[in-house]
């Protein structure tokens, strides 16, 4: 019954995300040439709207933020990585830090907002074959978005978990950001249940799936800290994950 009820929501929902994806790729391409600002805006836009529409599938997302998190600031956000839709909660709730993200170049092409975005919106598009063009994007967009005091997102594990289970960090690409973006404080993160909702490959998205978030203090930084920074944040997911995962 609560398949036939996933598959029930997951087709409108597919058709509005569809919808949603276009007319969002439409207002991005208009404004883009004339304010970067602009175009983040809009994107901020979409994500929180992308982040919205999981609600036809019975989705719940409980956030936890604290206030310490000041809106139009620059942050280093370090999480563990679940599914695509990691993305668009950071990006939805975190609405006017504008983060930028890193993603394999296979993203910069043929998907309507999300390409255009990767590509035009100060984002680290990388090839996962070769190290040294990967280490050059993501210092560069760490350094443009340092200087333009919005914000950057590293997964260290380097690609989604299927089953939700943390992976072990990859360090090169997560210190080679923080070294370059060496003055935005750290904000550990940590979300678990994301993977549930593409297990599937959206057929269907399983109805009433519960995903949960939580955003920890932004950490002042010191010279040098990208490993102190990425053991904290790792200790941060992995208590907040066994929490979670508790019985009762």
Same mark, same amino acid.
């Not at 360090?171 to 923080?178: D, K, N, P, T």
């Not at 399983?206 to 978030?213: A, E, Q, W, Y």
């Given at each position: ?12 929902? %597919?058709?509005?995300? =569809?919808?949603? &994806?276009?007319?969002? /790729?439409?207002?991005?391409? *208009?404004? !883009? ?84 975005? %990767?590509?035009?919106? =100060?984002?680290? &598009?990388?090839?996962? /074959?070769?190290?040294?063009? *990967?280490? !050059? ?88 800290? =990208? ?22």
């Amino acid at each position: 019954m609560k398949r036939i009820l996933a598959w029930i929501t997951t087709i409108p929902f %597919l058709l509005s995300f =569809g919808v949603v &994806l276009v007319i969002f /790729d439409l207002a991005g391409r *208009a404004v !883009r040439p004339f304010s970067l600002r602009a175009f983040e805006y809009v994107m901020a836009a979409l994500q929180r709207t992308l982040t919205a529409l999981f609600l036809i599938c019975g989705t719940r997302v409980h956030i936890e933020r604290p206030d310490t998190i000041r809106p139009r600031t620059g942050y280093a956000i370090i999480s563990n990585h679940q599914s695509l839709f990691d993305i668009a909660i950071i990006g939805g709730m975190l609405f006017t830090n504008f983060p930028k993200y890193v993603a394999k170049k296979e993203l910069g092409k043929g998907i309507p907002s999300i390409s255009l975005n %990767l590509k035009r919106g =100060g984002n680290a &598009l990388i090839d996962r /074959d070769d190290r040294r063009q *990967a280490i !050059r994007a993501i210092r560069d967009m760490a350094r443009t978005a340092q200087n333009r005091n919005v914000s950057v997102v590293i997964f260290p594990e380097g690609t989604r978990s299927r089953d939700g289970a943390l992976g072990e960090f990859k360090r090169a690409g997560s210190i080679a950001l923080l070294r370059q973006a060496e003055s935005l404080p750290v904000v550990p993160m940590a979300i678990d249940g994301a993977w549930k909702l593409l297990r599937h490959n959206m057929k269907p998205v399983p109805f009433g799936t519960t995903v949960r978030v939580r955003f920890g203090d932004p950490v002042e930084r010191f010279p040098d800290d =990208g490993e102190a920074m990425l053991v904290h944040a790792e200790k941060f997911i992995t208590a907040a994950l066994e929490e979670w995962r508790r019985p009762g």
